[in-house]
């Protein structure tokens, strides 16, 4: 029991209560503002537009004190200040599920050392780090827009596919024959999937953005990703949809939910144990 105690208080001590893991929620927090931006402003196709924040209702400038994240939200009862409309409950939830994101993943690739009473960054750890955020950023923005309109835009998913160019020459890890592969077989084997699908059902069964989705993650995890993401996102959206249409109480078996979120999911699931999903496939 001591030896548990023990245990708990170093992660408590090193990471729950560790300064840098405040830095990072807020970092997370305050990015994951931006990130609704452009979720909002990518399928308008207007992510440079010079304008400040707005209501989306009656169209006036938000003033920067009601930009906080989370507690903005919390602040005004989830409703806008300036014409008392319903504010969107997506807006505190990206910025939480970044922040968050932000903490695992410096838990998971912590990079600033302490020795000897010294403080010094572990540079390919670093460069871990922020591969993983820029992965995971991309992701959420994509699956929430993918929720939202069921698109998943060419900005993420080609611009993840071309962004696996810098990663294979930068990241200590990735290789450039895995990350290619990764890619191919990314691409490939879901769009052989939905071409049968479509030749034998006459109907489309994976959109096409899914498929970009998995061939941008094989290019930043490499080949050995592909499959264990299809697996986990498979069961989550067997999951996932089935208590859908039993909460709905619909009385057929065809709903349209989108695939990107769970590939998502499952991408990060990878990210975070890696080796250990192909362990336990390989064994199944």
């Known amino acids: 029991m001591q030896d548990i105690y023990s245990l708990y208080s170093y992660y408590a001590l090193n990471y729950v209560f560790n300064g840098y893991s405040v830095f990072f929620f807020a970092l997370g927090a305050f990015l994951g503002s931006f990130y609704n931006v452009l979720i909002f402003r990518l399928p308008e196709k207007a992510v440079f537009a010079k304008k400040r924040s707005h209501c989306r209702h009656c169209n006036k400038m938000i003033p920067f004190y009601l930009n906080v994240p989370i507690l903005s939200w919390l602040f005004l009862r989830g409703k806008t200040a300036c014409c008392k409309k319903p504010l969107s409950i997506q807006y505190p939830l990206v910025e939480l599920a970044t922040a968050i994101l932000f903490v695992m993943i410096y838990w998971h690739s912590p990079f600033i050392e302490y020795t000897n009473g010294h403080y010094s960054i572990e540079w390919r750890a670093l460069i871990r780090f922020i591969h993983q955020i820029m992965f995971a950023s991309l992701l959420l923005i994509g699956s929430v827009i993918d929720l939202r309109l069921k698109i998943l835009p060419n900005e993420i998913t080609l611009g993840m596919v071309g962004l696996s160019v810098i990663w294979i020459v930068i990241h200590p890890e990735l290789q450039w024959h895995a990350s290619l592969l990764g890619i191919l077989f ?3 084997i879901p769009y052989l999937v939905a071409w049968t699908y479509w030749i034998i059902r006459k109907k489309q069964g994976l959109g096409m953005g899914d498929v970009k989705l998995l061939a941008g993650i094989g290019g930043w995890l490499g080949y050995q990703a592909i499959l264990p993401t299809i697996f986990t996102a498979s069961i989550l959206g067997s999951f ?16 349209e939910l989108p695939f990107g979120p769970f590939l998502s999911i499952g991408a990060m699931i990878y990210v975070f144990t890696g080796q250990h999903i192909i362990t336990l496939l390989a064994n199944m």
């Open 240 to 255: 996932i949809g089935t208590a859908v249409l039993i909460i709905q109480k619909r009385s057929h078996l065809q709903y």
């Open 186 to 188: 990314g691409g490939g």
